[in-house]
């Protein structure tokens, strides 16, 4: 082991943390607020929106986000030249969103429908009921799943790489492209990447206690 | 004050309500009851629009309560948005108490009155405290719902639905989910409630309660209303198909 390496590139490997921070941080608030979005428009009343809802999630879903990468970068629709980490942060968010749409369905869909019966009776208005009550008890249902989908975004925010974002990944591809010291470089980025979704986990515990119903 | 008018209602052109008239004046205490499937508690969520009426008119203080719906059959959200009128002033209790699970009892207790009508935070709090020394429970605002039994729960609801400072305030089988021993506490403050002239409209099944705090009675059968009366018009009635259903559900109670 030769942690000499380590030192030499730390800067470059500092870099990248950053920047896998910036691309997870802004895809995961980007996904939930569209994901948020598909989920309403698949329970709304309206065909139209539930198609559209409906047919986001099966080509999402069903299509891999290195392709999706490749899609925003390589051949960007209207012929935007999006920078590379802005079709990073941009594919991973419509990835996502349709996995989260889905979690957020679930999550609405399971709220007791007498909690919903008393905020409608006594008076609130469809969006006060929304923004009070029916996701208020979405939230607390949905954080093991959402948590997980968290968890698995940042690990496959490794593959922005492929198209030029400098990220954790890139970083630790080249201090092993010319030093060929294998597990040094990677062993490093692994710990990066471990850090990174533990302190999720940690997110979880957190709020999982906090959000908690009962004094006992 | 609340006006029913040739309600009908059917769930997948099964009719459940046919033609179902009532008017509750106000400061009355109507009970509702009836064997199970005959509608009542049908009729009671219709009045607020929980459950979306098929045909028919209602009105609260002759103020038509006017709503559409949509191809689902459910209310659109335009009646959902403009109906926030109506609910402001016409509290429920819920079977299942159905207390917001996420929110403290005094966060119950303001939540409409701070929501809804705008109530300054202090003002409700105040409102709220007074509440809950009068059904008992001051000791338990910052409990969840979760800690308290399910009397103490029914408790906090209807402390909920007066918090609203409602016109009328209408009672689903509100003991109905207890335990034996807890359905006086809650009978009790229902009774109190009476007493002070607060409009009433409760589905029971407690018999002798409802004989001794109503004002009316109403038995209904099959969907409509069979008969409409005073306490003693009814449990006096000659009519068979009430004396059997009064003397069964007397002979379950004793």
């Known amino acids: ?216 | 004050m609340i006006r029913v008018q040739g309600l009908q209602k059917s769930f997948k052109n099964k009719p459940v309500l046919t033609d179902v008239d009532l008017h509750i004046r106000e400061g009355e205490v109507v009970s509702i009851i009836g064997p199970s499937g005959a509608g009542k508690s049908t009729l009671l969520r219709c009045i607020n629009l929980l459950e979306v009426p098929s045909d028919g008119k209602l009105s609260l203080d002759n103020r038509p309560i006017q709503f559409r719906t949509n191809r689902q059959g459910k209310l659109s959200f335009r009646s959902r948005m403009q109906l926030t009128w109506m609910r402001s002033q016409v509290g429920m209790v819920f079977q299942h108490f159905n207390l917001w699970t996420h929110k403290t009892v005094l966060d119950n207790l303001i939540e409409g009155p701070c929501t809804v009508k705008k109530v300054p935070r202090k003002a409700a709090v105040d409102k709220a405290m007074e509440l809950l020394k009068k059904v008992g429970l001051a000791d338990k605002a910052n409990d969840y719902p979760a800690d308290l039994s399910g009397g103490q729960q029914q408790r906090v609801a209807i402390a909920r639905a007066l918090a609203m400072e409602p016109k009328v305030i209408l009672f689903d089988e509100p003991t109905s989910a207890l335990d034996p021993e807890l359905v006086h506490e809650v009978l009790d403050i229902m009774a109190k409630l009476a007493e002070e002239g607060m409009t009433m409209v409760i589905v029971t099944h407690e018999m002798s309660f409802a004989r001794r705090v109503s004002d009316r009675i109403v038995f209904m059968e099959k969907g409509t209303v069979k008969k409409d009366g005073t306490p003693d018009e009814i449990f006096n009635s000659e009519d068979p198909r009430l004396y059997q259903f009064l003397r069964s559900m007397t002979h379950a109670a004793g």
Request: one cysteine or more; hydrophobic letters at 55%.
């Open chain 1, 1 to 216: 082991m030769n942690w000499d390496i380590i030192a030499s590139y730390g800067d470059l490997y500092f870099e990248g943390a950053l920047t896998t921070l910036k691309v997870c941080f802004l895809a995961i608030i980007f996904s939930t607020i569209l994901g948020f979005f598909i989920s309403l428009m698949r329970l709304s009343g309206s065909r139209i929106l539930q198609g559209i809802a409906f047919t986001y999630v099966w080509v999402f879903r069903g299509i891999p986000l290195m392709l999706v990468l490749f899609w925003l970068y390589y051949a960007p629709p209207f012929h935007l030249m999006l920078p590379a980490f802005v079709a990073g942060v941009a594919a991973m968010s419509i990835n996502s969103a349709s996995f989260k749409s889905e979690i957020i369905r679930a999550g609405l869909m399971s709220v007791n429908k007498g909690q919903i019966e008393a905020a409608e009776a006594i008076g609130m208005n469809p969006f006060q009921m929304m923004f009070k009550v029916r996701l208020p008890q979405a939230i607390r249902l949905v954080i093991p799943p959402y948590i997980n989908n968290c968890v698995i975004m940042i690990k496959e925010s490794a593959q922005v790489s492929i198209i030029t974002v400098a990220d954790l990944m890139m970083a630790a591809q080249k201090a092993y492209n010319s030093t060929y010291s294998i597990a040094e470089t990677l062993g490093v980025a692994g710990a990066v990447y471990l850090t990174l979704t533990s302190s999720v986990m940690l997110l979880q515990f957190v709020t999982e206690k906090k959000l908690r119903m009962s004094k006992n």
